[in-house]
């Protein structure tokens, strides 16, 4: 990086780690390392988006009225107890800019979704990670209640959790909210569909909590980046006094509206991919190869010194897995995609696997 004494970024900026997500050249491989839909979306969507995109569509900065009465509607919350974000990544942002100030305590896991982090840093905030159970990576609960201090701001957890598809109970969730009145309580619920489990029934009870969901995951639309942070309705107010009023474009929020619309294909692919987990579950037995029962579409498996070597031979033959053994070592995490997605490359590991 040039250096120019005159022009510096801010200390927060200039001691973060630099993030590069893996990415290019992914879109004719099988795309197992980034949680994604494995099939692409509902056709519902694409024939949407042809219907009602007009020259003038593009013309016109984006309206959210309508998107926002039928959000609401399929959420069963109310219109205004939630802010539409660009992603779920935009409400971490959103909710870190609205509470969190430099050196404030936010507190996140380890190890869990990298924006976490990555936001609370870029605001300066002072970051404390509490680690997952070792062994059995289930939610530390009893380490986390025991971490929270008066002065915590924010509390970022993820439900089921990125990348140990382990998860935290609503009892466990009250206990948190409970203990942390003054601070913002992210539970990010981007593979909701997956699990089951929600927090957004207790909103009218809990003003210190914010729930967020995506259209990234099982909706298969994470290159438009669409998503929302329910909370009430008070709180909304503080966010968008945060949030840029255009953050979210047309042509995403278009792909919503028709994305909520074919609860079929959500089904049928949620259906899919739960089988697709057990026959993935079954052939990493058969090899031998240790993993984390998941409530998530990704599995966490334990693949040891061959970590990286099985991903990049895997890459070679088409399939793309996620190297996580920068944060558990040896941990190779693998997106659960259809059962004959998980056929195919339980054929090429068992291949590689047996190879030494
Ligand atoms: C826990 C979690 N939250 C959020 C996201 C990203 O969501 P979005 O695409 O809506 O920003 C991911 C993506 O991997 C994730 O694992």
Known sequence: MPNNPKLQPRPAVAKMAPYHPPSGDRGDKLRLDFNENTIGCSETVTQFLVEHLVENDLAVYPEYSAARRELAAFFRVADDDFAITNGTDEAIQVLINTYVDDDDDVLILKPAYAMYKFYAEVAGASVREIAYRPGTLAFPLAELLGAIRPETKAILISNPNNPTG????????????????????????????????????????????????????????????????????????????????????????????????????????????????????????????????????????????????????????????RDRSYEIAGCVRITVGTRDQMRHLLKELEDLWRKK
């Not at 003054?182 to 619920?189: C, G, M, P, R, T």
């Not at 909701?192 to 909103?203: H, I, K, N, Q, R």
């Not at 028709?258 to 052939?283: K, S, W």
């Open 166 to 321: 382990t998860g935290v109970d609503h009892e466990g969730i009250i206990r948190i909210l409970k203990r942390a009145p003054h601070a913002a309580v992210l539970i990010d619920e981007a593979y909701y569909e997956f699990s089951g489990v929600t927090a957004l029934g207790m909103l009218k009870e809990y003003p210190n909590l914010f729930v967020s969901r995506t259209f990234s995951k099982v909706y298969g639309l994470a290159a438009l980046r669409i998503g929302c942070l329910f909370t009430q309705a008070s709180n909304v107010e503080w966010l968008q006094k945060a949030q840029s009023p255009y953050s979210v474009n047309s042509l995403a929020v278009l792909a919503a509206r028709a994305a909520i619309r074919d609860t079929q294909f959500i089904e049928r692919y949620v259906g899919e991919v739960l089988a697709a987990r057990e026959l993935l579950y079954v052939g990493l037995e058969k090899l031998n190869i240790p993993y984390i029962k998941s409530q998530g579409n990704f599995v966490l498996t334990q693949m040891g010194d061959r970590a990286i070597e099985i991903r990049d031979d895997l890459r070679t033959r088409g399939i793309l897995v």
